[in-house]
C-alpha cells in the first residue's frame, strides 16, 4: 500500500506563484511514476506532471515552461513549482503513484488563481 498527502494549495493572484508537495509513504519502492494531475469544476481530470523512477518527466503543453515536477533524493516525496499562474490553473490538484499493480491516489489540494 502507498498513502500520498498533498499539502500547498492556497489562493494566488494571476501571475504569482505556488509550490505543491506530495509526501508518500507505505511501499514507496514499488512506485514507477509520480504525478500530479488536476480537475476543474465540471471538467475531467487532466495531467499536469509526471516524473519517472529514472527522473525522466512530461508535462501537460498547457503548463510547460511555468510548471516544474521534482522529487527528493529518497523518492518520498514529489514537488509542483507552479509560476506564471493563470486562472485557468485553478483547480484541485491530486498526487497519483503508479505502480506495476495499481495507481494511488492523494485527497487532493485546492489552487486558486485569481484575476
Known amino acids: 500500500q502507498v498513502q500520498l498527502v498533498e499539502s500547498g494549495g492556497g489562493l494566488v493572484q494571476a501571475g504569482g506563484s505556488l509550490r505543491l508537495s506530495c509526501a508518500a509513504s507505505?511501499?514507496?519502492?514499488?512506485?514507477?511514476?509520480m504525478g500530479w494531475y488536476r480537475q476543474a469544476p465540471g471538467m475531467q481530470r487532466e495531467l499536469v506532471a509526471t516524473i519517472s523512477r529514472g527522473g525522466s518527466t512530461d508535462y501537460a503543453d498547457s503548463v510547460k515552461g511555468r510548471f516544474t515536477i521534482s522529487r527528493d533524493n529518497a523518492k518520498t516525496a514529489v514537488y509542483l513549482a507552479m509560476n506564471s499562474l493563470r486562472p485557468e490553473d485553478t483547480a484541485v490538484y491530486y498526487c497519483r503513484g503508479t505502480t506495476f499493480f495499481k495507481d494511488y491516489w492523494g485527497q487532493g489540494t485546492q489552487v486558486t488563481v485569481s484575476s
Open positions: 507505505g511501499s514507496i519502492v514499488s512506485i514507477n511514476v
